[in-house]
Nanobody, 122 residues
Framework: QVQLVESGGGSVQAGGSLRLSCAAS????????AAWFRQTPGKEREWVSY???????AHADAVKGRFMISRDYGSNTLLLQMDSLKPEDTGVYSC????????????????WGQGTQVTVSS
């Protein structure tokens, strides 16, 4: 059974940092495209970043230069370092895995975590 479990969310002030983790079990995470999405009430789910199986990365324009996605192969974990956080970064952040290649389209991802809340206050 595949499980993705996020951690590291919390409440910070604008300008602060958080590091999200997504621990995978039941799959070897590095065999999949892995991504982060976020969702705020009343808005559609928004792609944040992804990393390919050969470590090519992409970030949404809204987070480029502030967020960095990476993998920890030893622990089968996906990471998201978030710096210079803004109130508009507030939302539930979820990790996802896809065998169909990387994209910003959430329907292409087969496995999802339950999400972790990030709240940024001004």
């Amino acid at each position: 059974q595949v499980q993705l479990v996020e951690s590291g969310g919390g409440s910070v002030q604008a300008g602060g940092s958080l590091r999200l983790s997504c621990a995978a079990s039941g799959i070897t995470f590095s065999d999949y495209c892995a991504a982060w999405f976020r969702q705020t009430p009343g808005k559609e789910r928004e792609w944040v970043s992804y990393i390919t199986t050969d470590e090519r990365i992409a970030h949404a324009d809204a987070v480029k230069g502030r967020f960095m996605i990476s993998r920890d192969y030893g622990s089968n974990t996906l990471l998201l370092q978030m710096d210079s956080l803004k109130p508009e970064d507030t939302g539930v952040y979820s990790c996802a895995a896809s065998v169909w290649g990387c994209s910003g389209v959430f329907s292409r991802y087969s496995y999802w975590g339950q999400g972790t809340q990030v709240t940024v206050s001004s």
